[in-house]
């Protein structure tokens, strides 16, 4: 029986002068847009890719240029058991966002197939699925600058562009009041669609879109967030 090759991960270690406190905020904040698993205090890894490798680089840099040291490194995990838990906890709330996405187009698309029904399209309406769009625009921008995954997270991020893709289509067509195109287009995509009941009959849900961004603006890296900013 063959053994796995083992993974390759980066380590980026580091330290910044305790005062001002705003560098060690800043660090912190990049670590967390990098989407970085937080192994310990200033310790923190993601599986190893060239963009993994100089993001972790520039970073290293800049603490350096603020007076502090850093230092990165390659390194493979012992014990296969730890590495799979810190594996899924980063494709976990990598996938998290990108369902959001999804789930969140699911009733655009709903709620546009309930107008499409009763050819019902308005001012209002423009206004409201316009404002959907732009919110799932940003979420999904964000989650994919949090993303250095690569291939390990391609599907969902591959279907969260199709659903996003869709909508813009199926709100292009709405605005020209073109119902048998945007039927087409709804029908060809059914498989994105959330029922019309479970979108409900008034205004598109955006909570999902407001929690995850609330969610991604707080929290964009991974593991115990045990540097918070002070």
Known sequence: ?????????????????????????????????????????????????????????QLAHEIHEMGGEASIFSVVALDVTDENRILQTLLETRNTEYNTVIKVCGRFLGKAASLVEVQEWNEQLHAEFSEVLEKVHVLFRTAKRHDLLGTLTAARRATAAEALAVCEQVFRVLLDKDYTKARRLLEMHSDLLVNV????????????VNSQASKQKQNGSNGENIEPPA
């Open 1 to 57: 029986m063959h053994e796995r090759d083992a993974m390759r991960w980066l380590q980026l270690t580091y330290k910044v002068p305790s005062e001002p406190s705003q560098k060690r905020v800043w660090v912190w904040r990049r670590l967390q847009n990098l989407g970085a698993y937080a192994l310990q205090n200033s310790v923190y890894l993601l599986p190893f890719s060239e963009d993994v490798e100089k993001h972790f680089r």
């Open 197 to 208: 009941s479970e979108a409900g009959s008034g205004s598109i849900d955006t909570s999902l």
